[in-house]
């Protein structure tokens, strides 16, 4: 059986419990050397195997899988984050249903809400924001035509911003072409409850400034919105006067 877990966005206590079981019963461990915190795999039980997938490709991942499962072997396929975000696991769940193989996935805490626990801030605050978008930049992999960043930016809602930091002078022209105004609260989390964890907040105008002044070119996600501000109207779900499901309230 091919596990894959999501190893949440660094700290070792916060992948799932399922997720840490899993991994402490494996005979084989393939995890993603370039994004996941190594102290992972001091879970690991005596003996098992432990391959870092960074300079690997799909064939030889795969191939490790195959053998393992020909031999009767247990494997976990450690993901940064949740794997469900930028973890390339359809093609490898694709291949293994080709060949016959079963595998199941077991989700993990997103570095986005790692980045908001890192802000203490909430994504989705009553008047200011009920959305967020999750993207990228489009680099050497492209997006597709109908989700270039200025046609998202035009929506004014949070975004989250993967796989960009070192394409933070484009960024800023995409967003603010979009709609998003210069002085557009924004903030760069460097390696999201990771010990080296680091907050910088900015403007949307001044990411690309601030990403050069403090050295950060890479593990790192960016925020955008007014979620990062002061101003937001109180939530209905806990006003006194606003009558729900559970609660009479004091509203005529």
């Given amino acids: 059986m091919i596990h894959f877990i999501g190893a ?22 393939i995890y993603a050397g370039s994004l996941v915190n190594p102290a992972l795999l001091d879970r690991r039980k005596d003996g098992c195997q432990v ?19 020909a031999e009767g072997k247990d494997t976990v396929r450690l993901h940064t984050g949740d794997p469900s975000l930028y973890g390339a696991i359809r093609e490898q769940m694709d291949a293994l249903d080709a060949k016959g ?21 909430e994504y989705t ?13 489009a680099g050497r992999t492209p997006v597709p035509e109908g989700e ?3 046609k998202l ?22 967003l603010m072409t979009g ?25 949307v105008s001044t990411l690309a400034e601030t990403a050069r002044r403090e050295h950060i070119t890479k593990t790192a996600l960016i925020t955008v919105g007014g ?14 006067a606003f009558t729900h499901g559970c609660r009479k309230g004091s509203e005529p």
Avoid at 51 to 69: F, I, N, P, Q, R
Avoid at 157 to 168: A, D, I, K, Q, Y
């Fill in 101 to 121: 193989i079963p595998y199941d996935v077991t989700p993990g805490v997103s570095s986005f809400s790692g980045a908001a626990a890192a802000l203490r801030a």
């Fill in 153 to 174: 930016a035009s929506h004014g809602c949070t975004m989250v911003l993967f796989l960009s930091t070192g394409l933070l002078d484009q960024v800023e022209r995409e």
């Fill in 125 to 137: 605050l009553p008047d200011v924001s009920q959305s967020v978008i999750i993207t990228r930049m």
């Fill in 51 to 69: 391959y870092d997938s960074a300079s690997m490709t799909l064939e030889e991942v795969l191939g490790v899988m195959e053998t393992a499962e």
């Fill in 179 to 203: 709609g998003y105004a210069p002085e557009t609260p924004a903030a760069i989390v460097y390696k999201a409850t990771w010990p080296e964890e680091k907050v910088f907040r900015c403007t």
């Fill in 227 to 240: 979620f990062l501000g002061t101003d937001y109207d109180r939530s209905k779900l806990y006003d006194p």
């Fill in 148 to 150: 270039g960043l200025r």
């Fill in 8 to 29: 949440g966005p660094g700290a070792p206590d916060l992948i799932t419990l399922r997720g840490a079981k899993l991994l402490g019963e494996t005979d084989v461990i």
